[in-house]
């Protein structure tokens, strides 16, 4: 198949890691970028050189001349710009948080089926390599069965400065970051059956949350808890590290600051560097985010030339989705919300 050519909506903070991004994938580019504000609009078209630009998602769309768009906006904008994707019967990517509620996501997700066109939620943390480590010594059996993880993130970074929105949601960590890790903990131990959160409000200047921890009784019998804090002090800040530990019947998996990969067995331990690449248009400490970008942007073409679902499909990511439903839930009732009934 021939080159794929993309539409991206949305210009903002984290579309320049996407724009780059797609400069470096094989098999497609972007012909046309859309921002409904003009600065940003110009600021992107002319990093990138890409001359079609619109102040509009209808105007786009009725241009067309696209195989698939990229929907990078912020969550507001999701469903109704997913629907829009649907209606002119092209595919879609679109950013986390995928959706408002769980509802809208399920919508969303119905309404791309009918429609016949592929559909992926940009979770990219997955997609790291650190974390496609951790899923390698799983899948060749280096520490027996799983029945014990722990996925955090915990940092002081002033995330607020990049995207300043993540300061005036009545929700925050849980979903915007904690939604990378919950989604990392059933790529690793597979779906959940209940969940279990309390949160905290530790920054005041803040209207959202700050701090969680959660607990998952994974399908499979394992427990994990994850837990997310931007509102951490260390005396080596590790952002935007997860760090990762699993036990399982036959060993130990740590991933531990640095990207340090420790596997413990009946023959040893080994350390390994699992570090991500350093990109030539990524800047430390994000090149890890970055450098997952690209790899998703990758997958997305491969699947979508092969006619294969997508690791992180709209219908993949409803199970993700309701474990930030369920752990809001949670957080706000004191009880353990059973997962299956919300799916
Ligand atoms: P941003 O506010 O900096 O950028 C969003 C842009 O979308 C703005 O330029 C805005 O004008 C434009 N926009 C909004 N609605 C629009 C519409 N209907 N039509 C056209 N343009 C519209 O936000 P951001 O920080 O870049 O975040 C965007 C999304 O990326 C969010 O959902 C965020 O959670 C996600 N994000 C993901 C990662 C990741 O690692 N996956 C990291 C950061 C942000
Ligand atoms: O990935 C994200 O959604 C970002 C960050 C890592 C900064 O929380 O908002």
């Given at each position: 198949m021939s080159e794929l050519k993309g539409a991206l909506i949305g210009c903002g903070f984290f579309a320049i890691n996407q724009m780059h991004a797609w400069n470096d994938v094989d098999g497609a580019r972007i012909v046309a970028?859309?921002?409904?504000?003009?600065?940003?609009?110009?600021?992107?078209?002319?990093?990138?050189?890409?001359?079609?630009?619109?102040?509009?998602?209808?105007?786009?769309?009725?241009?067309?001349?696209?195989?698939?768009?990229?929907?990078?906006?912020?969550?507001?904008?999701h469903r109704a710009l997913v629907e829009m994707a649907a209606r002119h019967k092209v595919p879609a990517i679109c950013q986390k948080p995928f959706a408002k509620t769980l509802s809208d996501a399920r919508i969303m997700v119905e309404t791309c089926r009918k429609a016949g066109v592929a559909l992926m939620v940009h979770e990219n943390f997955r997609w790291q390599t650190p974390i496609q480590a951790v899923r390698k010594a799983l899948e060749v059996g280096a520490i027996g069965t799983p029945f014990w993880g722990r996925i955090s993130f915990r940092s002081g970074?002033?995330?607020?400065?990049?995207?300043?929105?993540?300061?005036?949601?009545?929700?925050?960590?849980?979903?915007?970051?904690g939604i990378h890790a919950l989604?990392?903990?059933?790529?690793?131990?597979?779906?959940?059956?209940?969940?279990?959160?309390?949160?905290?409000?530790?920054?005041?200047?803040?209207?959202?949350?700050?701090?969680?921890?959660?607990?998952?009784?994974?399908?499979?019998?394992?427990?994990?808890?994850?837990?997310?804090?931007y509102a951490t002090k260390l005396s080596t800040e590790p952002f935007p590290e997860t760090l990762v530990e699993i036990d399982g019947s036959e060993g130990t998996i740590r991933l531990t600051q640095g990207y340090g990969l420790k596997v413990t067995n009946a023959q040893g331990t080994t350390t390994t560097n699992v570090s991500p690449k350093l990109l030539p248009w990524?800047?430390?400490?994000?090149?890890?985010?970055?450098?997952?970008?690209?790899?998703?942007?990758?997958?997305?073409?491969?699947?979508?030339?092969?006619?294969?679902?997508?690791?992180?499909?709209?219908a993949d990511n409803l199970r993700t989705f309701a474990l930030v439903e369920g752990a809001y839930e949670s957080a706000a009732t004191g009880q353990t919300i059973d997962v299956g009934a919300m799916l």
């Amino acid at each position: 198949m021939s080159e794929l050519k993309g539409a991206l909506i949305g210009c903002g903070f984290f579309a320049i890691n996407q724009m780059h991004a797609w400069n470096d994938v094989d098999g497609a580019r972007i012909v046309a970028i859309c921002d409904r504000d003009p600065a940003r609009l110009k600021v992107v078209g002319e990093q990138f050189g890409i001359d079609r630009r619109y102040g509009d998602g209808e105007a786009l769309f009725a241009d067309g001349g696209f195989d698939f768009v990229d929907i990078a906006t912020t969550v507001e904008s999701h469903r109704a710009l997913v629907e829009m994707a649907a209606r002119h019967k092209v595919p879609a990517i679109c950013q986390k948080p995928f959706a408002k509620t769980l509802s809208d996501a399920r919508i969303m997700v119905e309404t791309c089926r009918k429609a016949g066109v592929a559909l992926m939620v940009h979770e990219n943390f997955r997609w790291q390599t650190p974390i496609q480590a951790v899923r390698k010594a799983l899948e060749v059996g280096a520490i027996g069965t799983p029945f014990w993880g722990r996925i955090s993130f915990r940092s002081g970074y002033d995330v607020f400065s990049g995207q300043p929105y993540l300061a005036e949601g009545e929700r925050f960590i849980i979903e915007d970051l904690g939604i990378h890790a919950l989604d990392i903990a059933r790529y690793i131990l597979g779906d959940v059956s209940a969940v279990t959160a309390r949160t905290k409000r530790v920054n005041q200047k803040i209207k959202g949350e700050d701090v969680a921890t959660i607990l998952l009784d994974h399908k499979n019998g394992a427990t994990s808890v994850v837990d997310v804090s931007y509102a951490t002090k260390l005396s080596t800040e590790p952002f935007p590290e997860t760090l990762v530990e699993i036990d399982g019947s036959e060993g130990t998996i740590r991933l531990t600051q640095g990207y340090g990969l420790k596997v413990t067995n009946a023959q040893g331990t080994t350390t390994t560097n699992v570090s991500p690449k350093l990109l030539p248009w990524a800047s430390r400490p994000w090149h890890n985010i970055q450098e997952s970008v690209y790899a998703i942007q990758q997958h997305w073409v491969d699947q979508l030339k092969r006619g294969m679902e997508h690791s992180t499909s709209g219908a993949d990511n409803l199970r993700t989705f309701a474990l930030v439903e369920g752990a809001y839930e949670s957080a706000a009732t004191g009880q353990t919300i059973d997962v299956g009934a919300m799916l």
